[in-house]
Structure formats: C-alpha cells, structure tokens
C-alpha cells in the first residue's frame, strides 16, 4: 500500500531545478505533499485531488495523474531554504474509508 | 498558537519498562494519530482516533496502546518497550471536517531510544 518515491535522494546547486515522483499501485483518492527540514516536524504542501489538477507553493507545484496512479512535485529554480525530506501521501479508499499512506520519502539538499 | 504538543521530545529507557508519550493539541481538532518514522521507511501509522472515545489500528500497531479520552489528548503507551521500538513518533492531529479537514498538523516529535 505504501507508495513508491524517487529518486530516494537528490543532491542540487541552488537554482536548479528538481522532479520528485510518487507512485502507487492502488487507485488513488487524492496526493498530499509534505516537507520535513531536518530536525523537525513534517510540514503540510498542499494537496492535490482527481482531475490532474496542478498547484503551486512558492516555486514548488505538483501535478496528479489519476489513470497513472502517480502524482509529481516540480521544485523550480530551487533554494537553499528547499532543503529537507519530501514526503508524498497517498489517500485510498479502504473498505469505505479514506486512508493516508506516505511514502519513504525524498530527501533533497540544496547546495549553494 | 495552534499546536500539537509532545513529551517527552527525548527519552531513553530500557527495555520492558512502561512508558507514556503524550499527546495534546489546542485546535479542537477531532481526529489524532501517531506515526513513527524509521530511515528509509517514511512515516507509518501506529493508532488513530476519529474522535473521542475512537480509536483503531494503523499500519504498525504492534506493542502500542493508545486512548482518546479526551478530544485535545491522544497519549502512547508502550507497556513494555523492546529495542524495535526505537524510533522518532509523531503525534498528528485534523480538524476531519469542514476546511482543510484532511490537513495534518504533526507535533515536534518524540525521540525514544529502548535499551
């Protein structure tokens, strides 16, 4: 049940730009997106609903592909402060009930 | 502020000793959880709460307990912590209705080390 994220890990220079995808093998609900920076809490991005719909946080925006069970976080001229462990979170359908999956996570660091 | 609040935010034990990690948030919040986090696995549930009184198993429920007695706590019991159960938890809370009712609020984290 627990989506699959790549790359694992990614090493930039600051402003360049950066794709983290999440897949799963289930139908999906819905994609939400969190950033955790070291030594803290996990924090809400945004989430993403059926329809293929794209959103965007600062220079950060994602996209969500129903029929591909797969949704994609696209981190543009990437900032220092982007640094952290991304987390996507898969929300299924179970026995009636909407249930939040996250996946291993992405860790990303921006050099400068 | 609106915050879920952790504690202990360290802790090392030994094992087969009980202990208690509580959980509280000020966002009249009706649904809690806890997930704990272990290297390369991402975040996995452990116990969840729909509301008061509500409460059902996660993805790793395993040597936990958990009671909703109250609508702002959610406290963790291990009755008897085993060296697997070193980990970073997160207590989360949702308002579960209503505007950004599927937005999760994560507390600071509770760092527990099971000699």
């Known amino acids: 049940q627990q989506p699959v994220q790549s790359p694992q890990a990614v090493i930039l220079r600051e402003g360049e730009d950066a794709v983290i995808n999440c897949s799963s093998s289930?139908?999906?609900?819905?994609v939400h997106w969190y950033r955790q920076k070291h030594g803290e809490a996990p924090v809400f991005l945004m989430i993403?609903?059926?329809?293929?719909e794209q959103k965007g946080h600062e220079k950060i925006s994602a996209s969500f592909n129903e029929k591909k069970q797969q949704s994609s976080l696209y981190l543009t001229a990437s900032q220092l402060s982007y640094s952290g462990t991304y987390f996507c979170?898969?929300?299924?359908?179970?026995?009636?009930?909407?249930?939040?999956?996250f996946g291993q996570g992405t860790r990303l660091t921006i050099n400068p | 502020e609106a915050q879920v609040t952790q504690n202990p935010r360290y802790l090392i034990t030994v094992t087969g000793k009980k202990l208690t990690v509580t959980c509280s948030q000020n966002?009249?919040?009706?649904?809690m959880s806890w997930y704990r986090q272990d290297p390369g696995l991402g975040l996995r549930q452990i116990y969840y709460?729909?509301?008061?009184?509500?409460?059902d198993k996660g993805d790793v429920p395993e040597g936990y307990k958990v009671s909703r007695k109250e609508k702002r706590n959610f406290p963790l019991i291990l009755e008897s912590p085993s060296p697997n159960q070193t980990s970073l938890y997160f207590c989360?809370?949702?308002?579960?209705?209503?505007?950004?009712?599927?937005?999760?609020?994560f507390g600071a984290g509770s760092r527990l080390t099971v000699l």
């Open positions: 709460s729909m509301n008061v009184e509500v409460t």
């Open positions: 979170g898969t929300v299924l359908l179970i026995q009636g009930a909407q249930k939040l999956v």
């Open positions: 989360a809370s949702r308002p579960g209705q209503g505007s950004g009712a599927n937005v999760l609020t």
């Open positions: 289930k139908a999906l609900y819905s």
């Open positions: 993403l609903l059926k329809g293929g």
């Open positions: 966002m009249n919040h009706e649904y």
